[in-house]
């Protein structure tokens, strides 16, 4: 998703079915993103990453090589109240994906 090779990351990309060379390498990745991360959340077969405002285009970048790298993956951005990206997979896959937004100690989660 983000880092081109770093341990453990290896089985995350497998069960999400990535290819990583699809991903433009400049574009940001959840590490750009995690200073941004206020909430994440899951609901109806989604992970809910709400971001605060100010990140709107690293996420709009981020959301973009996503897109091109894990296709079968739904990557959408939501506008409202708050700046939210609702990522739709597969229950595995939105477990491993989770696990890469949650790394951040003071980032509220809720199921």
């Given amino acids: 998703m983000s880092e081109r090779s770093s341990p453990g990351r290896d089985d995350i990309i497998e069960v999400l079915h990535c290819d990583l060379n699809a991903?433009?390498?400049?574009?940001?990745?959840?590490?750009?993103?995690?200073p941004h991360v206020r909430r994440v959340s899951t609901s109806d077969g989604a992970l809910l990453?709400?971001?605060?405002?100010?990140?709107?285009?690293?996420?709009?970048?981020?959301?973009?090589?996503?897109?091109?790298?894990?296709?079968g993956i739904g990557w959408e951005i939501e506008r409202?109240?708050?700046?939210?990206?609702?990522?739709?997979?597969?229950?595995?896959?939105?477990?491993a994906i989770k696990s890469l937004?949650?790394?951040?100690?003071?980032?509220e989660t809720y199921r």
């Avoid at 959301?63 to 790298?69: N, S």
């Avoid at 739709?88 to 939105?94: F, I």
């Avoid at 937004?101 to 980032?107: A, F, G, V």
């Fill in 80 to 95: 409202g109240p708050v700046l939210r990206l609702r990522i739709t997979a597969n229950e595995g896959q939105l477990e």
């Fill in 49 to 71: 990453v709400d971001v605060d405002e100010q990140a709107a285009r690293t996420l709009e970048a981020f959301v973009a090589a996503e897109r091109l790298c894990c296709a």
């Fill in 23 to 34: 991903r433009p390498e400049a574009a940001p990745g959840i590490d750009a993103l995690l």
């Fill in 101 to 107: 937004w949650i790394s951040k100690p003071n980032i």
